[in-house]
């Protein structure tokens, strides 16, 4: 096992001396806040952690030793999201001379949850100023277009090599509230309605996270984001779903890490990349992922 940080620093790829064809995408788990931000912000740190992933790599630590590429961002989720298009932004959001090439925002954006994230609830505008232009490109240029750059590569690999790859794009969620579609799921496995993966993965994991012993939900209330949608190509042999865990499963009520039920996740989720390596049609064999 090896691994890669691109020269921002704002990526990590962890690669796999007994690869397969499957690549973890963590995207929002980043606790690496740049000066440039802090200096930004309205608000402190502890606000712009709401918006992380918390922790949630920790379910992938041990990913990489079942034989997963597990691609990282490493700065935090308030740089910019990256499961989030570049055009994902409310006019309202950004400076005057930038609005019109965001013309038709969707619910999340209208919410201050773009590209990037500009307002959170019961804490209000994230940012000094609007957004503009000069700190727009900054920010995709630094984490959003590397994270995918990085991606693509990894993807790209997998497929040269085995014919085909496997995207798991992971994420950690809150409870579902009550009322809302999916309420009671502990786990959510997205494919954008059958768009981005093959029924075979979304078994896959779906049986996997049975295995879990808690409710699980397709496609409800998340049904894939920007990185399956961009990345997930199954006619291209491209299979991607975005798994979302209850952040209940694996932190304490003080949003800190449980190192036993992280441990039991982690493992899980290295049995999940093994199976996935292993499920895909006609795959063949595959090489030995290490235990």
Not at 53 to 76: F, H, K, M
Not at 81 to 91: L, S, V, Y
Not at 95 to 105: C, G, N, W
Request: hydrophobic fraction near 45%; proline fraction near 7%.
């Amino acid at each position: 096992m090896y691994s890669s940080a691109l020269p921002s620093a704002a990526v990590a790829v962890h690669r796999s001396d007994a690869a397969t064809p499957v690549v973890v995408s963590v995207p929002h788990a980043g606790r690496v806040y740049p000066p440039e931000i802090l200096d930004a912000a309205r608000v402190g740190q502890d606000d712009l952690e709401r918006l992380e992933d918390r922790w949630c790599d920790r379910i992938a630590a041990r990913a990489t030793a079942a034989g997963a590429t597990v691609v990282e961002a490493c700065w935090a989720r308030a740089v910019a999201d990256c499961n989030r298009g570049e055009g994902q932004m409310a006019p309202g959001e950004v400076a005057p001379t930038m609005r019109t090439q965001f013309s038709a925002p969707g619910r999340k954006e209208r919410a201050g949850l773009g590209v990037v994230p500009t307002r959170l609830a019961d804490c209000g505008a994230l940012w000094e100023r609007p957004i503009d232009r000069a700190a727009f490109d900054w920010r995709l240029e630094q984490l959003h277009r590397p994270y995918h750059a990085a991606l693509a590569t990894a993807l790209a690999a997998a497929r040269h090599s085995f014919g085909h790859a496997v995207l798991i794009d992971l994420h950690s969620m809150p409870p579902i509230p009550l009322g809302q579609p999916g309420h009671g799921a502990r786990i959510v496995v997205g494919d954008h309605f059958g768009k981005t993966a093959g029924g075979w993965l979304v078994d896959v994991v779906k049986d996997a996270a049975r295995g879990l012993n808690v409710p699980v939900s397709l496609n409800l209330p998340y049904a894939g984001g920007h990185i399956v949608r961009t990345h997930g190509r199954p006619s291209d042999g491209v299979h991607a779903v975005q798994v979302e865990i209850d952040r209940s499963l694996y932190l304490t009520a003080e949003r800190q890490p449980d190192m036993r039920r992280c441990d039991d996740l982690a493992r899980w989720f290295a049995t999940l990349v093994i199976a996935a390596a292993r499920s895909f049609p006609d795959a063949g064999a595959l090489p030995q992922a290490a235990e």
